[in-house]
Structures are given as C-alpha cells and as structure tokens.
T-cell receptor, first 114, second 113 residues
Framework: KAGVTQTPRYLIKTRGQQVTLSCSPISGHRSVSWYQQTPGQGLQFLFEYFSETQRNKGNFPGRFSGRQFSNSRSEMNVSTLELGDSALYLC?????????????FGPGTRLTVL | DQQVKQNSPSLSVQEGRISILNCDYTNSMFDYFLWYKKYPAEGPTFLISISSIKDKNEDGRFTVFLNKSAKHLSLHIVPSQPGDSAVYFCAASAYNQGGKLIFGQGTELSVKP
C-alpha cells in the first residue's frame, strides 16, 4: 500500500497570506489527524477528521481549519499567516475507529512564513 | 501543561549496548502509549505500542515497559545499532480522545560504532 502523501512538501509564504495543505491517507484509512512540529513546542495536535467530521480539536486559534472529503483526503488551511506559523505540518492516518489504533505519518509539509 | 514529558533531550550509547529512553505522563485518562522514531525531513515512524492493561510489550529488539502507578514508561533497545540513531518520541492517547496523540518533546539517540 502507498503511504500517507502530503503536498506540497515545501512552501514559502509571507505574513498575512493564507495557505492550504493537502493530505492523502493510506487507502482504506478513514481517520486523518494533523500535527504541527516546531523546535520550541514539539509535536502538537491540531485536529482530527473522521468521515468528513471533525472529531477532535487541539488548542490552536481559529485561523487553523481543516476539512475532509468523502474519499478521506484532507486539507488544512491557515489564514492570516504569522511568522510563528513556520513549522513542519504533519498529517497522519489511521484505519480504525476504536480507542486503540496507531497513526501512520506522512513526510510533512515544511511551511516557511517570511 | 506538558502532559507527556521526555526529560532527556539526548542520549548517547555504544553500539551493541542497551538504550533506555524514558517518558513520564500526568494524565491518568491515557490508556494507550506509543513510541515513534523520526529522522530529519521525514514523518515519525511507528515503532511499538502498549495498552494500559499490560506492563510490557516486545517486538524484536524493542521492548516497552509501562509502570502505571508511577505514570512512567520506557523503551529499551537491545542491542543498539548505529541505524537506531534518530529522535524518539513518546506519545499517549485517551479512549475518549479518538485520534488525538499527545507527544513528548523527544529524545535524540546517538548510537556510536
């Protein structure tokens, strides 16, 4: 099976712009989670989507949003970019709906905000 | 509020010896724990996991131990190999939190030949 894919891999934006990142989960996986990784804060949970519905949300401002399509592909959007949004954005997919399941990560999108 | 903590940012071990990576957590609602390995410019790769109903889980050279009373888990790698050099993240999940993993800050393991 192909792994989780994320596009684009690298992105440079300026403050105030908005950005959309895309994630294609492993075939058959219905849960998609997004994480932000920065040197200071580590890996932080943004949100999770399952069957096109946001199931969990982390502690990020409303500028961060996401959605999931019927084919389980997901996008996340960041509006009004700030310098502090520069980070590696990771997407992970999971096959199960139960309490115990592992997440499989994509390679990430490196976002740089100038 | 750091719910999952890895207090050692780095660890250096000789090839062939045991590597022990530690992780502490504060949230008693966590019921599933995972270890991930990460190389630069790549996403984390799942290594091994353990449910809170167990105290040990083994997979080849990797063993995870869970001490619920101390809210502590550890990852043992025996024997350590140079290819194990990477950043290791501990993560935790609670039953009612679905696909939300809470990660520690990571420990950079260096295995020297």
């Amino acid at each position: 099976k192909a792994g989780v894919t994320q596009t684009p891999r690298y992105l440079i934006k300026t403050r105030g712009q908005q950005v959309t990142l895309s994630c294609s989960p492993i075939s058959g996986h219905r849960s998609v989670s997004w994480y932000q990784q920065t040197p200071g804060q580590g890996l932080q949970f943004l949100f999770e989507y399952f069957s096109e519905t946001q199931r969990n949300k982390g502690n990020f401002p409303g500028r961060f949003s996401g959605r999931q399509f019927s084919n389980s592909r997901s996008e996340m959007n960041v509006s009004t970019l700030e310098l502090g949004d520069s980070a590696l954005y990771l997407c992970a997919s999971s096959p199960e709906t139960g309490a115990i399941y592992e997440q499989f990560f994509g390679p990430g999108t490196r976002l740089t905000v100038l | 509020d750091q719910q999952v903590k890895q207090n050692s940012p780095s660890l250096s071990v000789q090839e062939g010896r045991i590597s022990i990576l530690n992780c502490d957590y504060t949230n008693s609602m966590f019921d599933y724990f995972l270890w991930y390995k990460k190389y630069p410019a790549e996403g984390p790769t799942f290594l091994i996991s353990i449910s809170s109903i167990k105290d040990k889980n083994e997979d080849g050279r990797f063993t995870v131990f869970l001490n619920k009373s101390a809210k502590h888990l550890s990852l043992h790698i025996v024997p350590s190999q140079p290819g194990d050099s990477a950043v290791y993240f501990c993560a935790a999940s609670a039953y009612n939190q679905g696909g939300k993993l809470i990660f520690g800050q990571g420990t950079e393991l260096s295995v020297k030949p």
